[in-house]
C-alpha cells in the first residue's frame, strides 16, 4: 500500500508559477510510475502528467505542454509538478497518483491504483 500527500497547491495570478509536491509512503516509490491529475467544478479528472519510474520518461496533456514539468526525487519518494504560465484554465483540485501498470506512459485514471487526496490550486485573472 502506498500513501500520497500532496502539498505546494495555492492562489495566484495568470502568469504566476507553483510547484507542488506529493510525498510517498509505503511500499518501493520507485515501482510505480507516478502521474499528475486535475479536476475543475463540474469537470471530469483529467490528466496532466507522468513520470516513468525512473524519471527517464514523461509525458503531458497538450494543455500544459511546454508550461509543466513533472519530475520525482526516488531517494526523496517525492514527485513534483512544476507549473509556469499559470492561466485561469488550470484552476482545479490537483492529485497525484501511484500506477503499478507495465504501460510506459498511463494516462487514463484507470491505471492507477494509488491516489493522493488533492491540492487546490486556483488562478486568478
Known amino acids: 500500500q502506498v500513501q500520497l500527500v500532496e502539498s505546494g497547491g495555492g492562489l495566484v495570478q495568470a502568469g504566476d508559477s507553483l510547484r507542488l509536491s506529493c510525498a510517498a509512503s509505503?511500499?518501493?516509490?520507485?515501482?510505480?510510475?507516478m502521474g499528475w491529475f486535475r479536476q475543475a467544478p463540474g469537470k471530469e479528472r483529467e490528466f496532466v502528467a507522468v513520470v516513468t519510474r525512473s524519471g527517464g520518461g514523461t509525458a503531458y496533456a497538450d494543455a500544459v505542454k511546454g508550461r509543466f514539468t513533472i519530475f520525482r526525487d526516488n531517494a526523496k519518494n517525492t514527485v513534483y509538478l512544476q507549473m509556469n504560465s499559470l492561466k485561469p484554465e488550470d484552476t482545479a483540485v490537483y492529485y497525484c497518483?501511484?500506477?503499478?501498470?507495465?504501460?510506459?506512459?498511463?494516462?487514463?485514471?484507470?491505471?492507477?491504483?494509488?491516489w493522493g487526496q488533492g491540492t487546490q490550486v486556483t488562478v486568478s485573472s
Open positions: 497518483a501511484a500506477s503499478q501498470s507495465l504501460v510506459q506512459f498511463t494516462t487514463q485514471a484507470s491505471q492507477y491504483d494509488h
Open positions: 509505503g511500499r518501493s516509490f520507485s515501482s510505480y510510475n
